[in-house]
């Protein structure tokens, strides 16, 4: 397991994926990229056999190369969110050091450092090097990429919550809403919060709170009715998304791996108190 710190300062435990699933996952991975570059070999000598220039037919070889070893994962990796179809196969995600999910950028770095550092010109040494080396099983492209890669098939004893439920008098509200914007990791934030909420220090609760809304405001746009709580609108939001997600028959706050909520950073004391009822700072909703 894995703590990592969100940008939120929510702690999460993820489960790291070990070098076994890592390693199966990476021959499937290579397997399919070997099978793409003969593919392409062929059809290019299939081109050129009827006649060109040596050099063109070099130059369309090298790029078939580069297509395969460096756009292909970083494509997939990135219209997945960090899952190639080994990974897919064997339950395991890359994501960002911080839990969230990955961009353009970090598939680029893991692609081109998997081909100059971790396997295709080291022949696996460096990479095999930095994974049993490092604590989380890192390669040197999850070094450089600030990545990490967990596995997200976790019993589901470990995914066990208490019930958020829904404050009724924003019930009506919350069933008019479009939840389709709102970002899985930012979900799963707010389902941690809330359910750490009784413990934490009244103002970092409150404080947590107002941030968290605010962010989730920018991607729900119906406005909540007047003097709505924080906290209240963030349990009414997640609770209907939650409803939604099991009435369609998918787990909810998936785009990264379910985490098994810890701890904020611990405040000076830490009593057990109600939401108040009106969120000092005034928080409020786009109009």
């Known amino acids: 397991m894995a703590n990592l710190i969100t940008g939120d300062a929510v702690t999460l435990d993820l489960r790291i994926a070990g ?77 960002r050091d911080d839990g969230g999910p990955t961009r353009l950028r970090h598939s680029l770095v893991r692609a081109l450092a998997m081909v100059f550092l971790d396997f295709w010109v080291t022949s696996g040494v460096v990479g ?37 439920t829904m404050p009724v008098a924003l019930a009506g509200w919350a069933a008019t809403l479009d939840l389709v914007a709102v970002p899985d990791a930012l979900a799963l934030n707010v389902r941690t919060f ?48 939650t409803r939604r997600s099991f009435a369609a028959g998918t787990a909810p706050d998936r785009a990264v791996p379910q985490a098994s909520p810890t701890a904020f950073p611990p405040p000076a004391t830490r009593p057990s108190s109600p939401p108040p009822s009106t969120p000092p700072g005034g928080f409020s909703l786009p109009k």
């Open 19 to 95: 070098l076994p699933s890592r390693s199966l996952a990476l021959a499937v991975d290579l397997t399919l990229q070997v099978l793409l570059l003969l593919a392409g070999t062929v059809l290019t000598s299939w081109v050129f056999s009827a006649g060109g220039s040596p050099g063109a037919q070099a130059a369309v070889t090298l790029a078939v190369v580069v297509l395969v070893l460096v756009g292909w994962p970083t494509m997939i990796e990135t219209l997945t969110r960090g899952r190639s179809l080994g990974k897919a196969l064997m339950g395991l995600r890359v994501v």
């Open 194 to 241: 809330l359910h750490r909420a009784a413990s934490l220090d009244p103002q970092v609760r409150v404080m947590t709170a107002q941030r968290l809304a605010t962010q989730m405001a920018g991607h729900v746009r119906n406005p909540a009715p007047p003097g709505t709580p924080a906290e209240a609108y963030l349990t009414a939001v997640l609770a209907e998304r």
């Open 128 to 164: 095999g090097i930095s994974a049993l080396s490092s604590s989380k099983s890192k390669r040197m492209g999850d070094h450089l990429a600030g990545t990490i890669v967990v596995g997200e098939r976790i019993p589901r004893a470990a995914n066990r919550h208490e019930e958020i």
